[in-house]
C-alpha cells in the first residue's frame, strides 16, 4: 500500500506561466516572416518541501528561443536561492535546469516572486513568477487508505451556498480517490459553499481536502471552519491560493496553522467542541471541484467530512431486521448519530452498495465498524464484494465475529485478508458492496430478538 510520509514542515508552490511572444504576419510574404520568434516555456507550478533539516528543494526546466542571450532567474527573498544547474545550446534555442532552494521553516504564508529575465532584439523581456510559502502540504501524489462506508451523519451532512455560487456533484474524481464523484464549484469574488458536517476528530491533526483547480484562473480560497469550544462556537480561518491547473492535488493543513488553531474534539473525547462546518470562500470568479474534506493524521484520512458519494441500503424490503437512528454513539464516534438494528427472524441480511468504494490498502489493513448495547450473543458474518469478484472478495470469503452481549461500545478491526485473497482489487476495479449478516447462535434456542447498535463502518489503515 502507498502512504504518503509527510514529514514536511512546510511547502513552496512556484507558479508560473507560459510567456509565448509572437510577431509574425497573418500571411507571411518575406523570408524574415519566418525568423525564429522569441517563445519561452516554463513549467505551470512547482512544489519544494521542506524536510526536517529545515531545507528543501525542486529542479525544473526553462526552454526558449529567438533570444541574444540566455534568461536569468532572481529573486528578493535571500531565504530563497536559485542556481543554474544546466544550460544547453545556445540563446537562439536553449534549455535550462534551474535548482530553487528554500532555506528556512517561514512563520506563515509567504507571496514571494522571482523574475526571469531574457533580450530579444534589443528589448528586456521579464516575467515574474508567484511564490507561495506556506506550512501546509500541497502534493499530486497521494493515495486514498481510508474511505467510509456508511457514518449514519447523512441526516446532519449537507451543502449550502452563498454570493451566487453553485454547485453539482459530478461524475469526476482523481484516479487516487475513494469514489467516482466530487462537488463541482462554480463562484463569483466573494462565492461562497459551505459544508456542515458535525464530527469528532480524536487523533487527528490536521484538515484535509482534494482540489481540482480552475484550469485558468488562480484565485485564493478562504477556509473557515466552524468548531464547539467550551464558549460556544468559534470560527478559524486560514486563506491559500489556488494556482490554475488540470491536476487533482492533496492539501492538508495542520490545526496550527489556523487563525487560533483547531481542536476538532468532543467532551465526551477530551476535548472542547466537534466540528460543526467548513466554508470555501473564493475571492473572483472560479470554477473548481472539492472532494475528500476529512479530518486525517500524518498518514491518512481518519473522519469523513464529505466525499460526494452516495449509498443505498443495498437490501432493502427484503431484510426482517428493523433499523432506526440513535443519539448513542461511542466517545470515539466519527458524529452523534448511530444505527439501532433488531432481529428476531427472516431475512437476516443488510449492506451497502457503492459504484465504487476504491482504497488503497493491503490484506493487512482493516475493515473496521463499532459495536455497543449488544442484547444477547450471536454472531456477524461480514463480507465485501468487488466488481467480478476480482481479489477474492466475493459473499463465500466472509468471515463470522462473534458479538457478545454488553452494553459497552467495543470496535471491530477485520484484516482484509480474512475477506479476499488480493487486496489490490478494493483500489481496481474497486469495491461494490459491503454486506452483513446477523446470525443466531447455535445454543441460542430462543425467538428473543437481538439487538444492538451500529456505528463507523469503514475501510482503515493499520496504522
Given at each position: 500500500m502507498r502512504?504518503?510520509?509527510?514529514?514536511?514542515?512546510?511547502?513552496?508552490?512556484?507558479?508560473?506561466?507560459?510567456?509565448?511572444?509572437?510577431?509574425?504576419?497573418?500571411?507571411p510574404?518575406?523570408?524574415q516572416?519566418?525568423?525564429?520568434?522569441p517563445d519561452l516555456?516554463?513549467?505551470?507550478?512547482?512544489?519544494?518541501?521542506?524536510?526536517?533539516s529545515?531545507?528543501?528543494?525542486t529542479?525544473?526546466?526553462v526552454?526558449?528561443?529567438?533570444?541574444?542571450?540566455?534568461?536569468s532567474?532572481?529573486?528578493?527573498?535571500?531565504d530563497?536561492?536559485?542556481?543554474?544547474?544546466?544550460?544547453?545550446g545556445?540563446?537562439?534555442?536553449g534549455e535550462?535546469?534551474?535548482r530553487a532552494t528554500f532555506?528556512k521553516?517561514?512563520?506563515?504564508?509567504?507571496d514571494?516572486?522571482?523574475?526571469?529575465?531574457?533580450?530579444a532584439?534589443?528589448q528586456?523581456?521579464t516575467r515574474s513568477?508567484?511564490?507561495?510559502?506556506?506550512?501546509?502540504d500541497?502534493?499530486t501524489?497521494?493515495?486514498?487508505s481510508?474511505?467510509?462506508?456508511?457514518?449514519?451523519e447523512?441526516?446532519i451532512?449537507?451543502?449550502?451556498?452563498?454570493?451566487?455560487?453553485?454547485?453539482e456533484v459530478?461524475?469526476?474524481?482523481?484516479?487516487?480517490?475513494?469514489g467516482?464523484?466530487?462537488?463541482r464549484?462554480e463562484?463569483?469574488?466573494?462565492?461562497?459553499?459551505?459544508?456542515?458536517?458535525?464530527?469528532?476528530?480524536?487523533?487527528t491533526?490536521?484538515?484535509?481536502?482534494l482540489?481540482?483547480?480552475d484550469?485558468s484562473t488562480t484565485?485564493?480560497?478562504?477556509i473557515?471552519?466552524t468548531?464547539g469550544?467550551s464558549s460556544?462556537?468559534?470560527?478559524?480561518?486560514?486563506?491559500?491560493p489556488?494556482?490554475?491547473?488540470?491536476?487533482?492535488?492533496?492539501y492538508?493543513?495542520?490545526?496550527?496553522?489556523?487563525?487560533g488553531?483547531?481542536?476538532?474534539?468532543t467532551?465526551?473525547?477530551?476535548?472542547?467542541?466537534a466540528?460543526k462546518?467548513?466554508?470555501?470562500?473564493s475571492d473572483?470568479?472560479?470554477?473548481?471541484?472539492?472532494?475528500?474534506?476529512?479530518?486525517?493524521d500524518e498518514?491518512?484520512?481518519?473522519?469523513?467530512?464529505?466525499?460526494f458519494?452516495?449509498?443505498?441500503?443495498?437490501?432493502?424490503?427484503?431484510?426482517?431486521?428493523?433499523?432506526?437512528?440513535s443519539n448513542?454513539?461511542?466517545?470515539?464516534?466519527?458524529?452523534?448519530t448511530?444505527?439501532?438494528?433488531?432481529y428476531?427472524?427472516?431475512g437476516?441480511?443488510?449492506g451497502?452498495?457503492?459504484d465504487?468504494?476504491?482504497?488503497d490498502?493491503?490484506?493487512?489493513d482493516?475493515?473496521?465498524?463499532r459495536?455497543?448495547?449488544?442484547?444477547?450473543d450471536?454472531?456477524?458474518y461480514?463480507?465485501?464484494?468487488?466488481?467480478?469478484?476480482?481479489?477474492?472478495?466475493?459473499?463465500?470469503?466472509g468471515t463470522?465475529?462473534?458479538i457478545s452481549a454488553g452494553?459497552?461500545?467495543r470496535?471491530i478491526?477485520?484484516?482484509?485478508g480474512d475477506?479476499?485473497t488480493s487486496?489490490s482489487?478494493l483500489?481496481?476495479?474497486?469495491?461494490?458492496?459491503?454486506?452483513f449478516e446477523v446470525?443466531?447462535?447455535a445454543?441460542?434456542t430462543?425467538?428473543?430478538?437481538?439487538?444492538?447498535l451500529?456505528d463507523?463502518?469503514?475501510?482503515?489503515?493499520a496504522?
Amino acid at each position: 500500500m502507498r502512504r504518503i510520509a509527510t514529514t514536511l514542515l512546510c511547502v513552496v508552490a512556484l507558479v508560473c506561466s507560459s510567456l509565448v511572444l509572437t510577431g509574425c504576419d497573418q500571411t507571411p510574404g518575406t523570408v524574415q516572416d519566418f525568423e525564429i520568434q522569441p517563445d519561452l516555456q516554463v513549467p505551470s507550478s512547482l512544489t519544494i518541501i521542506i524536510l526536517e533539516s529545515g531545507q528543501g528543494a525542486t529542479e525544473f526546466t526553462v526552454q526558449y528561443q529567438g533570444f541574444d542571450e540566455h534568461p536569468s532567474l532572481s529573486s528578493s527573498n535571500t531565504d530563497l536561492t536559485l542556481d543554474r544547474l544546466e544550460q544547453t545550446g545556445d540563446p537562439s534555442a536553449g534549455e535550462q535546469t534551474w535548482r530553487a532552494t528554500f532555506n528556512k521553516v517561514p512563520d506563515t504564508i509567504l507571496d514571494e516572486t522571482l523574475t526571469l529575465s531574457a533580450s530579444a532584439g534589443g528589448q528586456d523581456i521579464t516575467r515574474s513568477i508567484s511564490v507561495l510559502v506556506a506550512e501546509i502540504d500541497i502534493t499530486t501524489s497521494f493515495a486514498s487508505s481510508y474511505a467510509s462506508v456508511i457514518d449514519y451523519e447523512d441526516g446532519i451532512r449537507s451543502v449550502s451556498t452563498t454570493g451566487g455560487t453553485t454547485t453539482e456533484v459530478v461524475e469526476e474524481a482523481s484516479a487516487n480517490s475513494n469514489g467516482d464523484q466530487s462537488l463541482r464549484v462554480e463562484t463569483t469574488a466573494g462565492g461562497a459553499v459551505t459544508v456542515d458536517r458535525e464530527a469528532n476528530g480524536p487523533g487527528t491533526d490536521r484538515f484535509s481536502f482534494l482540489v481540482l483547480p480552475d484550469p485558468s484562473t488562480t484565485f485564493t480560497l478562504e477556509i473557515a471552519i466552524t468548531e464547539g469550544v467550551s464558549s460556544g462556537e468559534e470560527t478559524r480561518t486560514l486563506s491559500i491560493p489556488i494556482t490554475s491547473g488540470s491536476t487533482w492535488r492533496r492539501y492538508a493543513i495542520e490545526y496550527d496553522k489556523f487563525d487560533g488553531g483547531l481542536n476538532p474534539v468532543t467532551n465526551a473525547a477530551g476535548g472542547d467542541g466537534a466540528f460543526k462546518s467548513v466554508t470555501f470562500t473564493s475571492d473572483g470568479p472560479a470554477t473548481y471541484h472539492l472532494d475528500e474534506i476529512s479530518l486525517a493524521d500524518e498518514s491518512s484520512n481518519m473522519v469523513e467530512i464529505h466525499n460526494f458519494e452516495s449509498t443505498t441500503n443495498a437490501y432493502g424490503s427484503g431484510s426482517d431486521i428493523a433499523f432506526s437512528n440513535s443519539n448513542n454513539v461511542a466517545a470515539e464516534a466519527d458524529g452523534p448519530t448511530s444505527r439501532s438494528l433488531s432481529y428476531s427472524g427472516g431475512g437476516n441480511f443488510f449492506g451497502y452498495n457503492y459504484d465504487p468504494i476504491k482504497v488503497d490498502v493491503t490484506e493487512s489493513d482493516f475493515l473496521s465498524l463499532r459495536v455497543g448495547e449488544v442484547s444477547r450473543d450471536f454472531d456477524l458474518y461480514v463480507f465485501v464484494q468487488t466488481y467480478d469478484s476480482e481479489g477474492g472478495y466475493t459473499y463465500d470469503a466472509g468471515t463470522i465475529r462473534s458479538i457478545s452481549a454488553g452494553m459497552e461500545w467495543r470496535q471491530i478491526d477485520i484484516p482484509l485478508g480474512d475477506l479476499g485473497t488480493s487486496a489490490s482489487a478494493l483500489k481496481n476495479p474497486g469495491i461494490n458492496n459491503v454486506g452483513f449478516e446477523v446470525r443466531r447462535k447455535a445454543t441460542d434456542t430462543t425467538s428473543e430478538s437481538i439487538d444492538f447498535l451500529l456505528d463507523d463502518i469503514r475501510f482503515r489503515p493499520a496504522n
